[in-house]
């Protein structure tokens, strides 16, 4: 029996290694589209006077 119980903690392991990097490459992934979403939308800005209007009170 001890044998059996073995082989269930070596699965546990495993799978709970493999949870481990399934998460961190979620967690890679969603901070690199972050990022890139974060690049979308800086946005750069211009200012050109298209009217002048002088207002002048009598």
């Given amino acids: 029996m ?3 119980k073995n082989k269930l903690e070596l ?3 495993a799978k709970h290694k493999a949870l481990f990097e399934a998460q ?3 967690d890679q992934r ?3 589209l ?3 979403i ?3 939308l800086t946005q ?3 200012s050109t006077t298209v009217v002048y209007l002088r207002w002048r009170l009598v």
């Fill in 2 to 4: 001890p044998n059996h």
């Fill in 11 to 13: 699965a546990w392991i």
């Fill in 24 to 26: 961190d490459a979620v």
């Fill in 30 to 32: 969603r901070e690199a």
């Fill in 34 to 36: 972050i990022a890139g």
């Fill in 38 to 40: 974060g690049a979308k």
């Fill in 44 to 46: 750069n800005t211009n």
